[in-house]
């Protein structure tokens, strides 16, 4: 198995704060990594970090064997990483058709004067992109919500939207945010399954950060658990979930509780 | 209701919907070649005067509109158009390229705007584009080699295939024939990779650069589109006033501008025509109006200026779509005749990302 994303001592302060303290993991390809730890343990931050929203102070970070370490943010999505908000980040005054169609916008090579005339070249590419967003809708039955605003769409289909736009990318990575924070338990159930279809469908690396255990414990391969830019422990679902240092993060010291 | 059948996803990139979109345009199109033949010079000029701020309506939409941008420096563009089009004019260059020139060249004065003031946005963008707009001005009045300062400036009259744009007529064929260009270019635009970029970045920066999307790349495109369109709007605005002063192209003209795409609509073309009716159209209609008003209220000095601002804040409080939104929601009314419902005509709530100050 080889490593497609790779973090070497990653680190990242905001002023005196070290909000990622280096860390290092690797992701191999083809499985379902899930960062876990407790509210400002630096999850979003290394998210940020790799989508180059943020720069590192220290470290490297390495994906499909290039260096990406200080690579402009929207180049990432060229290499073949996609990713999803934690509090969606859609673009509310636009249908999900036209949405699913700017996550196609990496893959678009049509020239400006092309595109102001909408000569031939550029409807053929229109239909091409078009057909592709067509099958990510098929995917994951948003048939019914095509013309939709999504300002007009309910929080758990905005949710499933923004997964489609990320696939839309056709990334090699996909990096989702805390994919089922404001979901019920129906719809969380429905995102485990779109996650598990991904990996095995599509065959996409997914990084993933969760709060729901219930989730992490249904669709990851490894898990790797922060507390205050450190990491705790790494390994399976089980192992994590059950290292006396992740649960003295989460529910204190148990010695300490009962003296 | 009309409900549409699509059988290929050809259709759904075409510019109009169906075909009766298509002959409802077709026929306005026709209406407006035939007015020049049944009204009068007057109402010509008039319409003419409509059409060059439509063009120009049409450019700072796709900017305010659509990429969620602000200028207040938009009557600069459209004084460099206007001036490198008469100066060239002047110099013997045929209309037929100094019209694209003076596009092109405010074009790249929009991308010179637009390239410093990336980082900027809300009241920080509409600051330094009122500063841009100052310095132009300035540039117009002190410049007097090119410009002839306030001594102002005789526009030439320029020749299409020989034949003299003289009158309100020529200038209202021109500008016709220029305002149809833009708006296929727009909607060109706005259905192509460009246009939803733009709409990207108006809803969503953070988002739009994780799409693949170079923010100063595109910022500065938006800029450069929209201010070669003015530019466009700028080189005939020069005939419709045949004599260039500097004092034209103040603030104040920038405003009238952002009235139009406001008044008009966000985020919509057909909002940026029905703006600039409304702007030409309404001063037209007070002195018009004047002496048939009741206690005098027409010969009230300051009436044109405080209906505006009324208009405009109006217009904010109750009906943030514009003249647009109602006319959709007229629309909608008789579409789903007799089954209106209450919120189909409720007020609007939700904003377009530039009105939110940043």
Avoid at chain 1, 139 to 156: E, V
Avoid at chain 2, 7 to 29: E, K, N, P, V
Avoid at chain 2, 95 to 120: D, E, K, N, Q, Y
Avoid at chain 2, 286 to 291: H, L
Wanted: net charge neutral; with cysteine; charged share 15%.
């Amino acid at each position: 198995m080889t490593a497609l994303f790779e973090a070497r001592d990653i680190a990242v302060r905001f002023g005196g704060i070290r909000a990622v303290d280096s860390v290092s993991f690797s992701v191999q390809q083809g499985e379902v990594f899930s960062i876990i730890g407790p509210n400002g343990a630096g999850k979003t931050t290394i998210f940020n970090l790799i989508s180059r929203i943020y720069d590192t102070t220290e470290g490297q970070l390495l994906f499909d064997g290039k260096d990406i370490t200080r690579a402009p943010p929207y180049t990432i999505a060229n290499l073949g990483i996609a990713r999803t908000f934690q509090n969606i980040e859609l673009f509310a005054n636009a249908t999900l058709l036209q949405n699913l169609l700017i996550g196609r916008h990496c893959h678009s090579t049509v020239g400006y004067l092309s595109q102001l005339c909408f000569l031939p070249s550029t409807r053929r590419a229109e239909i091409r992109h078009r057909e592709k967003v067509e099958e990510v809708i098929a995917f994951l039955d948003l048939q019914r919500y095509r013309d939709s605003l999504i300002a007009n769409l309910p929080y758990g289909v905005r949710k499933v939207v923004e997964l489609g736009r990320a696939l839309c990318i056709e990334p090699k990575l996909l990096l989702l945010d805390e994919p089922s924070s404001g979901l019920n338990v129906d719809e969380t159930e429905g995102m485990g399954f779109w996650i598990e279809d991904i990996k095995k469908d599509l065959g996409i690396t997914v990084i993933m950060v969760e709060h729901d255990m219930s989730l992490v414990s249904q669709v990851s391969d490894r898990v790797m658990a922060l507390n205050y830019g450190k990491v705790l422990a790494m390994g399976s679902p089980r192992e994590v979930q059950t290292h006396p240092e992740v649960v003295r993060a989460y529910i204190g010291d148990v010695t300490e509780a009962e003296a | 209701m009309r409900y549409l059948f699509r059988t290929s996803y050809r259709q759904d990139l075409r510019a109009w919907r169906h075909g009766g979109d298509l002959f409802w345009y077709g026929l306005l199109i026709l209406v407006c070649l035939i007015i020049p033949l049944v009204m009068g010079e007057f109402y010509v000029g008039e319409l003419g005067g409509v059409y060059i701020f439509a063009i120009a309506g049409v450019g700072l939409m796709l900017l305010v509109g659509y990429t969620g941008l602000i200028s207040l420096g938009h009557a600069a563009f459209l004084g460099i158009g206007a001036y490198t089009n008469s100066v060239l004019l002047a110099q013997g260059v045929p209309f037929l390229v100094t019209l694209p020139v003076s596009g092109l060249l405010t074009a790249v004065c929009g991308a010179a705007i637009g390239r410093p003031t990336l980082r900027m946005s809300g009241l920080y963008l509409a600051i330094a584009t009122l500063a841009f707009g100052g310095i132009v001005g300035t540039v117009f009045q002190k410049w007097n080699a090119v410009t002839g300062g306030f001594d102002g400036f005789a526009v030439p009259t320029p020749y299409v295939f020989g034949i003299s744009v003289e009158g309100a007529t020529g200038v209202y064929y021109v500008s016709f024939a220029v305002l149809v260009f833009v708006l296929w270019l727009s909607v060109n635009l706005l259905r192509s990779p460009i246009g939803r970029a733009m709409v990207a970045i108006r809803d969503s920066e953070v988002s739009a650069q994780s799409m693949g999307i170079n923010l100063a790349k595109y910022k500065t495109l938006a800029f450069a589109i929209s201010a070669g369109i003015t530019g466009l709007a700028g080189a005939l605005f020069a005939h419709y006033v045949r004599f260039l002063a500097p004092d034209a192209f103040d603030v104040l003209l920038s405003v009238q501008f952002v009235t139009i795409v406001f008044v008009g609509g966000l985020g919509s073309l057909r909002g940026a025509i029905l703006g600039a009716i409304f702007v030409r159209l309404l001063p037209q209609f007070i002195a018009i109006m004047r002496d048939s008003l009741p206690f005098g209220i027409g010969r009230l000095p300051g009436l044109e200026p405080s209906l505006f601002g009324l208009v405009l804040v109006l217009v904010i409080l109750f009906q943030p779509d514009g003249i647009n939104g109602l006319w959709l929601k007229t629309k909608h009314w008789f579409e789903a005749y007799p089954f209106k419902r209450q919120a189909s005509g409720r007020r609007q709530k939700s904003y377009a990302r530039s009105e939110r100050l940043r």
